[in-house]
T-cell receptor, first 114, second 112 residues
Framework: EPEVTQTPSHQVTQMGQEVILRCVPI?????FYWYRQILGQKVEFLVS????????KSEIFDDQFSVERPDGSNFTLKIRSTKLEDSAMYFC????????????FGPGTRLTVL | QKEVEQDPGPLSVPEGAIVSLNCTYS??????FMWYRQYSRKGPELLMY????GNKEDGRFTAQVDKSSKYISLFIRDSQPSDSATYLC????????????FGGGTRLMVKP
């Protein structure tokens, strides 16, 4: 069964450093998302992406964040200058045309900012 | 008032019991309702998807939506220890970005 994959599974970084989280969405899906979950808190929407541009972004997704689809398979989230409060699980999700709200999530990347 | 609310639990039931999980919401614009299962430190796994009001059944799972009461439910029949997880409800309006709004999750423990 096709699935969303994410790398790395765990990323440790120093405050102020740049990180790139990588995702490979399900191959026939056209809509891509990033969510995050701070330990013990709700899953929160960050950004949605379709047709090589951002469709919607939340207040969390400020100028420190960016997304890119560098090729036909990868979808990345970059945090330019990490803060302690960026420590969280970051989930990538994807959905297909006509079923956009049925979003399939990857296993997540645990980001720890020291 | 929080947009989507769930009782955090934990909800502990014996194996074979019928489980009822619920969410309430405040935004009447929500039209799409999902249930996800999340094991500890894993990604949410989509279980059920419902559009607008009504019931949907898939195996041991039944999802119900009552838009007039702003209340959704997930029923699990013949619960198994492997059902032990956190169950998240999620909702979406008919928005361009397809943003999902999640509840905080209910932790379920099914005891053998």
């Amino acid at each position: 069964e096709p699935e969303v994959t994410q790398t790395p599974s765990h990323q440790v970084t120093q405050m102020g450093q740049e990180v790139i989280l990588r995702c490979v969405p399900i191959s026939n899906h056209l809509y891509f998302y990033w969510y995050r979950q701070i330990l013990g808190q709700k899953v929160e929407f960050l950004v949605s992406f379709y047709n090589n541009e951002i469709s919607e972004k939340s207040e969390i997704f400020d100028d420190q964040f960016s997304v890119e689809r560098p090729d036909g398979s990868n979808f990345t989230l970059k945090i330019r200058s990490t803060k302690l409060e960026d420590s969280a699980m970051y989930f990538c999700a994807s959905s297909e045309r006509g079923r956009v709200n049925e979003q399939f999530f990857g296993p997540g990347t645990r980001l720890t900012v020291l | 008032q929080k947009e989507v609310e769930q009782d955090p639990g934990p909800l502990s039931v014996p194996e074979g019991a019928i489980v009822s999980l619920n969410c309430t919401y405040s935004n009447s614009a929500f039209q799409y309702f999902m249930w996800y299962r999340q094991y500890s430190r894993k990604g949410p796994e989509l279980l059920m998807y419902t559009y607008s009001s009504g019931n949907k059944e898939d195996g041991r799972f039944t999802a119900q939506v009552d838009k007039s009461s702003k209340y959704i439910s997930l029923f699990i029949r013949d619960s198994q220890p492997s059902d032990s997880a956190t169950y998240l409800c999620a909702m979406s309006t008919n928005n361009a970005g397809n943003m999902l709004t999640f509840g905080g999750g209910t932790r379920l423990m099914v005891k053998p």
